[in-house]
């Protein structure tokens, strides 16, 4: 089992932070910065796919029912989703709620 | 044994680097630096070095090219001075902290404004914290076996780090002196083809120089320091088996009749052997004194100087740079924060002298001496004096 991030120590690292594995970006979870999350009312949702143009994360795909949604583990909070949707469906909330 | 030839000192580190068979040279002209730089185009563009020559249009490209030779796994080499050095700045913590063994030559020379092309140590002081390795040389023979030595100390596996060479700009860099220059089999059997051990290659990707969040940035910057100071052990068996090879060793620290001395006085670079003719005459004369030359700035050598000056009552320091509105000269202020809490230790007197080619004879220097032990005696008002400055 590898070390997570916190617990890596100095002596865990390769000379100069190289990094070996490709692609390992995938790991880091830029939903820590998030303030607030997209809450999705799909009843409205018309399937247009506007919010996965806009998004500047590119953390937004398809759910199994067909409806786009943010992956969490990725999306920062922005809220640019919300105010492109036309149909409304995507309402912004803070994450302490 | 090779042959010794007159040449100028410029030219001579250029033929250290021709002798250490480097692979890129990327480099940006500045006096007074130019003839290493232009002696290295020079031998690539004779066919007499097998090297690519990047022609680049500032200092801050020279030191970024260099970045990418070195992270293929390339032997690379570069050589700046003065306003050069600081254009750079940015680009040097790369070099450093992504752990890239680029050897540069550093023609020492003062700051602008006013304009001066002369030497000093201003340049060199302003880079002191970005992690590279720093030697000192005295004259044309320890330039051209310390650029060899360098390459070895950069390369090797448990450094992996940059290294100055620093050479002070026309005292040095522009005089003409007998060097000793070894056969090209010698530097072979002395230094190894380099083998970075995670170079850039298409076949095995790696990222170089991605960013760290504050979960990893501590850490990654004390793997680092560990990694500079743990360096020093690489350097003394590096000169050792350079001594050995080629019968001229190096130190940290060089002491000259400082055993039995009473008074120290402390330099860096070619103003050293004026300051040992100072030493020679004064002794002569009965006074109780040796010299100290600090030949490695970084990692600093802290057991190897506090050794050498615990027995002195009086240790003057001469810098030939100023850290305005502070503690006067660098070296004596890290002097002074590397003895303040040892039990046995001189008085220290900072000195500010030789700034934008103001020479110091040797005169001059036993002006320094007298005017110092006087000042340990009586004390002064001043953090520290400033030699040779009419007032």
Partial sequence: MPKSESELTWKDLNIGLIVTEPGNARQYQTGYWRSQRPTYDFNRCIKCGICQLFCPEGCIGQNPEGYFEADLFYCKGCGICARECWTRVITMVDEEE | ?391
């Fill in chain 2, 1 to 391: 044994m090779g042959n010794r030839v007159g040449i100028e000192v410029s030219l001579a580190i250029a033929e250290a680097a021709k002798l250490a068979n480097v692979d890129v040279v990327a480099a940006y002209p500045i006096t007074p630096q130019t003839h290493i730089v232009e002696h290295l185009a020079e031998l690539v563009a004779n066919g007499e070095l097998d090297a690519q020559y990047i022609p680049v249009e500032s200092e801050h490209s020279a030191m970024s090219a260099c970045l990418g030779a070195s992270a293929v796994g390339a032997r690379t080499f570069t050589a700046t001075a003065g306003q050069g050095l600081e254009l750079m700045h940015e680009v040097l913590y790369v070099a450093s902290s992504m752990r890239l063994p680029v050897v540069m030559a550093v023609a020492n020379r003062a700051l602008s404004a006013p304009l001066s092309v002369w030497g000093d140590h201003s340049d060199v002081m302003a880079v002191r914290d970005t992690g590279w390795i720093q030697i000192f040389v005295e004259n044309g023979q320890e330039a051209v076996d310390n650029v060899l030595c360098a390459f070895r100390i950069a390369e090797d596996k448990r450094v992996l780090l940059p290294v100055m060479i620093h050479v002070d700009g026309f005292h040095l860099s522009h005089v003409i002196e007998p060097i000793l220059f070894p056969e090209q089999g010698e530097v072979d059997q002395f230094l190894p083809p380099n083998q970075y051990p995670l170079p850039l290659d298409p076949s095995k990707p790696v990222t170089m120089g991605d960013f760290g969040p504050p979960i990893i940035y501590s850490e990654a910057k004390w793997a680092q320091e560990v990694n500079l100071r743990a360096a020093k052990e690489v350097i003394l068996q590096v000169w050792n088996e350079f001594g050995r090879l080629f019968k001229r060793y190096y130190s940290p620290v060089e002491s000259y009749h400082s055993e039995d001395a009473d008074v120290l006085l402390l330099t860096m670079g070619s103003f050293s052997e004026t300051a040992s003719v100072t030493v020679d005459k004064m002794r002569a004369k009965g006074k109780s004194i040796g010299q100290i030359r600090l030949r490695l700035w970084r990692p600093f050598p802290f057991e190897e100087i506090r050794q050498a000056v615990e027995n002195a009552k009086v240790l003057i320091v001469l810098d030939r740079a100023l850290s305005f509105g502070g503690p006067g000269g660098p070296v004596c202020s890290e002097m002074r924060s590397a003895l303040y809490a040892q039990d046995k230790k001189p008085k220290v007197v900072s000195f500010v002298g030789g700034l934008g080619g103001r020479d110091i004879t040797v005169a001059g220097f036993e002006e320094i001496v007298n005017r110092g032990i006087e000042i340990s005696q009586k004390g002064s008002k001043r953090e520290f004096q400033i030699f040779g400055v009419r007032e």
